[in-house]
């Protein structure tokens, strides 16, 4: 499951940033692309909620910061489905 | 991104903005990724379609968060052929940017600006068994503080102010009671709207945040994480609602308003199809669920009509038959008179949408088209784009709702000139009787008995005059749009101004005010800043009669040896291409040096005022009184 999570979050990461070249992986973290700001973050959440019909809380937010936590998030919230 | 990738997604994006096919879109998530491709190769975009595209200086004022908004706002923008620059306004500094002159909105020198309010803004909101005059003195301190605001935007160079009504909140602390105090949240942002839609001046255009919200749904439009997390005043998800409503608001602003409703007939006007079913057989019965849909249509149009919006009928009928249920029906809401451009006949409708422009003498691109046919819609969509058509509900209870939210008709203001427009065009059948009466056009003409009142502009037909230069496509010699604060500035420098405006009636209707002159003194020079004129009155010898105006006027003018004119060619001013020659004016090889930071990159022309001859055309003066001004402008009609 980890890696279809991965495939799937990688096409929404390429998508995003318009950049095809992206490989994600777990430590990568806004310092790791250029242009993932504040503004972009959310736009990354909002598309993730979308692909995998999830709704992000306040604290989730909050907390995730790098790409792993966003795939242990969505294993989590599959899984419990 | 190769050069290949590039030329698909420039395809891309040209098929979607030509297809004004956006609004379609309503995921949030895609348009912000959609913007991201975008802004790759926008300048590309722009570099090829810079012929299209009317460049716009926007600036969003708001309490707020707009960073997502403007994305998404951008991509309707560049849907609507309008190039914007956007300017964000320091956060939570609406004041400040609007009373600092030297502040960056001033910098940014904008067109347009968009002033988003937020219940959240106001930070003190009456305690609870506040009285009412109590109540009455916070919103009149309310008022003054936006009557500052507005003031000073006034005396700016803006031309078009939109200001959002506060969004009142879904949460009800007080629950019912509510709107059962005065002191409550909900009554004193009520009370403020009012308040501000009674005081507001004529330049701000007021948009009512509260009523989209509630289209849209509070419980979606409210999103307190979303705020939280971004500080934007609205959920993410309305943003595309909300950009699509400020990009047709934009887009009337920069001139670019739908005029003509075209309705088909069978299935659209009524059940039935009245060459089959006959007029007893057609369905709008008030006593039938589906005939009182079709009748709360025809009322809704009727509603449009009296707002003066034309209306025009494009039907697979023969004429004789399409028109009993207009004659014989007694439920029908619509009568003949109301349409003022009826087509029915077997020939397509696409060449029947070209012929109704081309009769009403406007442009495809001010038609909106409300058929229940798919293929015929269709058929318009691809070979006539530039229409508006509607995505049509099957169920015709849906037909009012679909024509509504579709918000094709959001003009910036309403005139006397709009809705008598419509009264206008029937008068030309009968006009059009007289001229097959009379042999040659001169004797037509005086039979028609035209009465002209031409004069400087004053404040009473100050927003007409407006309307008429932002409005008028084809008869506009330079096709300048200016604001009413423009205008007003002019009308203050009449050492440098002048502006004439004239007002035709003829035995048949009151066209009202009808043309525009905005002349400007340089050096020895008188030049036409800007000509236009309605094109319902055209070949009526209006402009002769008008030139003759501006020869007199000139002539106050000390030491002016010659008019000067320039043409700017567009796509629609083409019918006026040998107008200037028409009053003996010379085309110039050069621009006259004192024009060359006026001038527009048009053809000059010029003439000697020795050399100027009154021209003849056959309308007399008309007299009026300040009564007659009075039910023109006041709106009441006499008799």
């Known amino acids: ?81 | 991104m190769n050069i290949n990738e590039a030329n698909e997604r420039l395809a891309y994006f040209e098929n979607l903005f030509d297809k004004r096919d956006l609004s379609s879109k309503s995921d949030v998530s895609e348009l912000l990724s959609l913007y991201k491709k975008f802004s790759k190769i926008e300048e590309v975009y722009i570099s090829k379609h810079r012929g299209t595209l009317v460049n716009k200086k926007i600036a969003i004022l708001a309490s707020y968060s707009i960073q997502h908004f403007q994305y998404v706002f951008k991509l309707f923008l560049f849907n609507k052929a309008i190039q914007p620059e956007l300017y964000e306004g320091s956060f939570n500094n609406t004041e400040y940017e609007i009373l600092n002159p030297s502040s960056g909105l001033y910098r940014f020198e904008p067109d347009i600006i968009f002033i988003l309010t937020d219940h959240r803004d106001i930070k003190n909101y009456p305690p609870i068994f506040t009285s009412k005059d109590d109540i009455d003195i916070w919103v009149g301190k309310r008022i003054s503080e936006w009557n500052q605001l507005w003031d000073k935007l006034k005396t700016s160079r803006v031309s078009t102010i939109f200001q959002a009504l506060y969004t009142i909140p879904a949460e009800t602390p007080l629950g019912n009671l509510e709107s059962n105090y005065i002191f409550s949240q909900t009554s004193c942002l009520k009370l403020l709207n009012y308040n501000l839609i009674v005081n507001k001046p004529q330049h701000i255009n007021l948009i009512d945040m509260d009523h989209h919200s509630a289209i849209y749904g509070k419980d979606r439009w409210f999103d307190d994480k979303d705020y939280f997390i971004s500080k934007q005043g609205f959920s993410f998800n309305a943003i595309p609602h909300l950009a699509s409503v400020f990009s047709s608001l934009v887009a009337s602003s920069t001139g670019r308003v739908n005029k003509c409703l075209v309705l088909d007939l069978d299935n659209t006007l009524w059940g039935g199809v009245i060459g089959d079913d006959g007029v007893d057989g057609i369905n709008i019965d008030p006593n039938n669920p589906i005939g009182e849909a079709y009748l709360s249509f025809q009322k809704y149009i009727k509603k449009l009509k009296e707002r003066g919006v034309m209306l025009a009928v494009c039907s697979k009928n023969n004429e004789d038959m399409a028109k009993i249920p207009f004659l014989k029906h007694e439920q029908m809401i619509l009568k003949l008179n109301d349409i003022c451009c009826f087509v029915a006949n077997w020939d397509d409708k696409v060449n029947n949408i070209r012929s109704i422009a081309k009769q009403l003498n406007i442009g495809l691109d001010s038609l909106v088209f409300f058929d229940d046919n798919p293929a015929e819609r269709e058929l318009v969509k691809r070979y006539l784009p530039e229409v508006t058509v509607v995505p049509v509900d099957e169920e015709p209870a849906h037909y009012v709702k679909t024509l509504d939210r579709g918000a094709y008709f959001d003009w910036i203001q309403l005139t006397k000139e709009d809705i008598e427009r419509t009264e206008t065009y029937v008068a030309n059948y009968q006009r059009e009787e007289i001229r097959r009466e009379h042999t040659d056009y001169d004797s037509f003409l005086k039979s028609l008995e035209m009465e002209i009142m031409i004069d400087e502009l004053s404040e009473q037909g100050l927003s007409r005059v407006v309307q008429l230069i932002n409005k008028t496509n084809q008869f506009n010699l330079r096709t300048k749009r200016y604001s009413e604060n423009d205008i007003q500035k002019m009308m203050n420098d009449s050492s440098n101004f002048i502006l004439l405006f004239g007002e035709l009636k003829d035995k048949f209707s009151n066209f009202g005010i009808i043309t525009c002159i905005i002349l400007r003194k340089v050096n020895d020079m008188a030049f036409i800043d800007t000509w236009v004129l309605s094109c319902r009155a055209f070949n009526k010898g209006v402009e002769y009669a008008m030139f003759n105006k501006v020869v007199d006027k000139v002539k106050t003018w000390n030491k002016i040896s010659h008019i000067v004119g320039e043409f700017i060619p567009t796509e629609k001013n083409k019918v006026i291409t040998e107008f200037l020659p028409t009053l003996e004016f010379k085309r110039l090889n050069d621009i006259p040096l004192s024009l060359n930071n006026i001038g527009g990159g048009g053809i000059f022309y010029s003439i000697e005022m020795e050399n100027i001859e009154y021209k003849k055309h056959f309308i007399s003066n008309m007299i009026k009184n300040d009564d007659d001004w009075g039910y023109h402008y006041a709106g009441q009609r006499k008799a």
């Open chain 1, 1 to 81: 499951m980890r890696d279809s999570v991965k495939r799937d979050l990688q096409a929404i990461f390429r998508e995003i940033f318009d950049d095809k070249s992206i490989e994600i992986f777990d430590e990568m973290t806004a310092d790791d692309i250029e242009e993932w700001d504040s503004l972009m973050h959310i736009q990354l959440l909002l598309a993730i909620e979308k692909k995998f019909n999830v709704a992000f809380k306040t604290e989730d937010v909050m907390e995730i910061q790098n790409v792993g936590q966003f795939i242990d998030y969505l294993i989590k919230k599959i899984g419990a489905r």
